[in-house]
C-alpha cells in the first residue's frame, strides 16, 4: 500500500480495528492488528495515524456526527418545537452507533487526564453538529451557552446510554427528555430575570459584556471550541 491510498487508510483501519477494540480498547494491540488485518504496512498506518489508537477514536466519534447528519437529512422535524429536535437529534446520534462497545472504550479512553481535552472536543463537535443542523443563527455568547449546555446534556445522556439495558433504551430517552427538562427550567428563569427591572438593572454590566462575546470564525477542527464535520 502506498501514499496515493491516503484518502481510505484512515477508513479501513477502522474499520478493521473495530473488531478488536472490543476486547483490547482503543490500544496500541488494537491499532497494531488492525494494521495487519487492513493489509496496511504498520509503519505507513502509523503515518497516516500518528496518535495510533486515539486517531482511530476520534474517526470513530466523528463518522456517528456524520452519520446524524445523513439521517437528520431524511427525517421530518417540521412539526416539532425546538426542545423535540434537540432530542431527536441526541437520540438519532446514539441510533447511529454501529458498536456500542466501542464506545464504551472510547469512554475510557477519553477519561483519562491526559485525553480528557481531546474527548470534550469531540462532545463540543457533536453538540456543535446538532445546533447547526437545528438552524441555529446566534452570533454572540448564546453561541457558547448552546453548544456548552447541549455537550454536558450530550454527554451524561451517553453514560446513562451505556449501562441501560432496558428495551429499545426506552429509559436512556426518558433521562434525556428529564435532563433536557431541567436545562429549560433554567432557561425560564433566566428569562423571568431578564423581565425583572431590578434584576435587570443589577444584571446591566454583566449582560452588556456578554453581548461583545461573537461565536469564533471558521477554524481548525481539533480547535476548542470546535467547529466541526469532517473526519
Known amino acids: 500500500m502506498t501514499r496515493s491510498d491516503s484518502p481510505t487508510v484512515r477508513e479501513m483501519l477502522l474499520d478493521a480495528a473495530l473488531v478488536h477494540v472490543a476486547f483490547d480498547g482503543w490500544t496500541d494491540t488494537a491499532f497494531v492488528a488492525a494494521a495487519r488485518d487492513a493489509d496496511v504496512e504498520l509503519a505507513i498506518a502509523r503515518s497516516f495515524c500518528p496518535g495510533g489508537?486515539?486517531?482511530?477514536?476520534?474517526?470513530?466519534h466523528r463518522a456517528g456526527d456524520s452519520d446524524l447528519v445523513k439521517l437528520w437529512a431524511t427525517t421530518d422535524t417540521s412539526n416539532l418545537k425546538i426542545r423535540e429536535k434537540v432530542a431527536l437529534a441526541v437520540r438519532l446520534r446514539l441510533d447511529a452507533v454501529k458498536d456500542k462497545e466501542a464506545v464504551r472504550r472510547g469512554t475510557?479512553?477519553?477519561?483519562?487526564?491526559?485525553?480528557?481535552?481531546?474527548?470534550m472536543k469531540l462532545i463540543w463537535e457533536t453538540a456543535d453538529t446538532i445546533w447547526t443542523?437545528?438552524?441555529?443563527?446566534?452570533?454572540?455568547?448564546?453561541?457558547?451557552?448552546?453548544?456548552?449546555?447541549?455537550?454536558?446534556?450530550?454527554?451524561s445522556t451517553v453514560l446513562f446510554w451505556l449501562g441501560d439495558d432496558s428495551l429499545d433504551h426506552q429509559a436512556t430517552w426518558?433521562?434525556?427528555?428529564?435532563?433536557?427538562?431541567?436545562?429549560?427550567?433554567?432557561?425560564?428563569?433566566?428569562?423571568?430575570?431578564?423581565?425583572?427591572?431590578?434584576l435587570s438593572s443589577l444584571l446591566a454590566g454583566p449582560a452588556w459584556l456578554s453581548e461583545q462575546i461573537k461565536k469564533p470564525t471558521a477554524m481548525p477542527r481539533d480547535s476548542l471550541p470546535g467547529r466541526s464535520h469532517g473526519r
Open 53 to 60: 489508537a486515539l486517531d482511530l477514536a476520534k474517526d470513530f
Open 108 to 119: 475510557t479512553l477519553f477519561a483519562l487526564p491526559h485525553n480528557a481535552v481531546t474527548g
Open 133 to 155: 443542523l437545528l438552524g441555529d443563527t446566534s452570533e454572540d455568547v448564546n453561541w457558547y451557552t448552546k453548544r456548552a449546555t447541549l455537550a454536558g446534556v450530550y454527554a
Open 174 to 198: 426518558e433521562f434525556l427528555d428529564r435532563r433536557i427538562e431541567n436545562v429549560m427550567q433554567v432557561e425560564k428563569t433566566k428569562s423571568a430575570v431578564r423581565k425583572n427591572k431590578g
